[in-house]
């Protein structure tokens, strides 16, 4: 029987990550993407890193409120816990504070990132083992110009992706004319994703924005409604043969009895950030399997920190068959080091998430820092 750990101190750090080009989503645009990243260390000198990076709009979290959840509540409630008994963790993570998925998965990463550590075992080994491929991304595209956008579709052929995922939903009128556009530049030899975020509001305006999306081939349409519309997922169901998926609709068990029940969509995407780490989204997604949907694991732009949670899950998880955790790529620096042959990801065999965290580029792009001890 191994020792026990304990968590015995953590520093809890909002960076800045600069972005190579603003990232535009129907709800807004980002020139940078804040991100905190948890430190938890246990009394023999482990060290685990996780990562929180909220979103107002999808968890309902601001990166300072999330800094002050983590100081404040969640990581008192698991010093002195051994970080490798995750349910545990869960448990008091959630007698803490309600909700805070983001928050609640910096805790979630870095425990599973000392568990692999302390048994010299990836985490996907932790999880089960893993499939022997490695995880592919698409090449995910801003609300931009038609044009701009059929340039970067050829590029993004000529990198050798498979597949695309348009972002829509802006409120222009051009939607239909960015995914034309990109189809008569690359042809069918691409597939093409469009996730637009919630962007189309009613059903109504969705179910006529997928009827003219049809003739060019789309592989799926990911949340076209507001997250709270989960009956009118079912009046799409009902009206086009695309395949539908949900994203910011699903953050727990209980969303995800609704749609089984409904069978209004074919997938799912779970983000780490949305449902608290590693271990609810390896719930949800076996949840998913028992009711006939499939998973794809999403990101919120993050870290290789996160990323790498994300890619470990997904490698062990037979009914997760895509993963779209391409932040790394659209960095123009960052602290970790997963590394990326596009369009595949070349996931490791080290301890734990196995990256590799660079402490000097992590204080260059320092907003703050605090400590919190046992």
């Known amino acids: 029987m191994s020792p026990p750990l304990k968590i015995s101190r953590a520093t809890i750090t909002l960076i800045d990550l600069p972005l190579l080009e603003p990232f535009v989503v129907s709800y807004d645009s980002y020139a940078s993407m804040p991100s905190v990243v948890l430190t938890l260390e246990t009394d023999d000198g482990l060290t685990g890193y996780g990562e929180s990076v909220p979103d107002g709009h999808i968890t309902g979290e601001t990166p300072t409120g999330t800094v002050e959840a983590l100081r404040t509540e969640l990581v008192p409630a698991v010093l002195g816990l051994d970080p490798r008994d995750i349910t545990a963790v869960h448990q008091h993570l959630n007698k803490a504070l309600k909700g805070c998925g983001a928050a609640k998965a910096a805790v979630d990463i870095a425990c599973w990132d000392l568990a692999g550590k302390a048994a010299n075992r990836p985490i996907y080994s932790l999880l089960g083992g893993r499939r022997p491929e490695q ?21 993004a052929q000529s990198q050798g992706f498979r597949h695309l995922k348009m972002k829509l939903g802006g409120g222009d009128g051009l939607d239909i004319e960015r995914v034309r556009a990109v189809r008569e530049a690359i042809g069918m030899d691409l597939a093409i994703r469009v996730d637009v975020n919630q962007g189309w509001a009613d059903p109504a305006t969705a179910r006529e924005m997928i009827r003219a999306l049809e003739p060019y081939g789309i592989d799926w349409v990911e949340q076209p409604l507001h997250a709270d519309d989960i009956d009118g997922f079912k009046l799409l169901r009902q009206a086009t043969g695309v395949r539908l998926m949900a994203d910011e609709s699903v953050v727990d068990a209980a969303d995800l009895v609704r749609f089984v029940r409904d069978r209004s969509v074919d997938m799912v995407n779970l983000k780490l950030m949305k449902s608290g780490g590693i271990m609810p989204c390896h719930r949800l997604a076996t949840q998913a399997e028992l009711g006939g949907l499939k998973v794809q694991i999403g990101s919120m732009l993050e870290t290789s920190i996160a990323s790498a949670a994300g890619f470990h899950l997904a490698l062990s998880h037979p009914n997760i068959v895509s993963t779209e955790l391409s932040g790394p790529v659209k960095f123009a620096r960052e602290p970790g080091n997963l590394a990326y042959v596009l369009p595949e990801v070349q996931v490791g065999e080290g301890p734990g998430l196995g990256v590799d965290v660079d402490l000097d580029v992590l204080a260059d792009l320092t907003v703050s820092e605090c400590g919190v001890t046992a």
């Open 135 to 155: 995880p592919t991304i698409a090449r995910v595209m801003s609300i931009l110009a038609p044009e701009v956008l059929a340039e970067q579709a050829v590029q």
